[in-house]
């Protein structure tokens, strides 16, 4: 699929009608638009939990209208121990995501060995599109940074993954940083 037909994030969750899941591997993401937070929390243990500052407004607000819909959202992280600095700042950040409605789980990554995962990150909507993000080697978005797919392999591949992570994976309620 080209580039130029692949719908943006907002739009792929917005033509979401039952499920969007979320599976996250890597140890560190180095996105532009966290940097500064990660860089504070990493030098103070501090990170604010207001959800109008920084892009948690409109994060939330598509986290919220996707939910009232009915839509159920689930994201699920394989984490190696112990955890990166960037790790701890999403786990230290995840109440946000929780107070707006998403379901959340941690599956340390040596419990992982035996699931056949995907390349990369994505979310899979409604059991039918994958989104794949790419990232450079330094965590940063890569150029083009998604993909969209409706390969039934691949939706296959992805909706397993998931769901063994999530079957596998610790309530962030239970697991610890």
């Known amino acids: 699929m080209s580039q130029s037909s692949v719908p943006d994030f907002a739009e792929l969750l917005s033509g979401a009608q039952h499920t969007a899941v979320h599976l996250e ?7 532009g638009d966290e ?32 939910l009232a819909r009915g839509v159920i959202m689930r ?13 701890r700042w999403e786990y230290t950040s995840t109440p946000l995501n929780l107070e707006a409605g998403e379901q959340v789980r941690w599956l340390p990554r040596r419990r992982a060995s035996d699931i056949p995962l995907p390349g990369n990150d994505f979310w899979l909507i409604d059991g039918r599109r994958v989104m794949f993000h790419f990232f450079t080697g330094d965590g940063d978005w890569a150029d083009p940074g998604f993909e969209t797919t409706d390969d039934p392999a691949a939706v296959r591949l992805c909706a397993s993954a998931f769901e063994t992570v999530w079957e596998r994976g610790v309530p962030h309620e239970k697991f610890t940083v």
């Open 25 to 31: 591997m890597r140890d560190l993401y180095g996105v």
């Open 35 to 66: 940097a500064d937070l990660i860089e504070r929390f990493a030098r103070t243990g501090e990170i604010s939990l207001d959800p109008t500052a920084s892009f948690w407004p409109e994060w939330l607000g598509i986290v919220r209208e996707t």
């Open 75 to 87: 994201r699920a992280w394989i984490v190696s121990e112990p955890v990166t600095d960037y790790i």
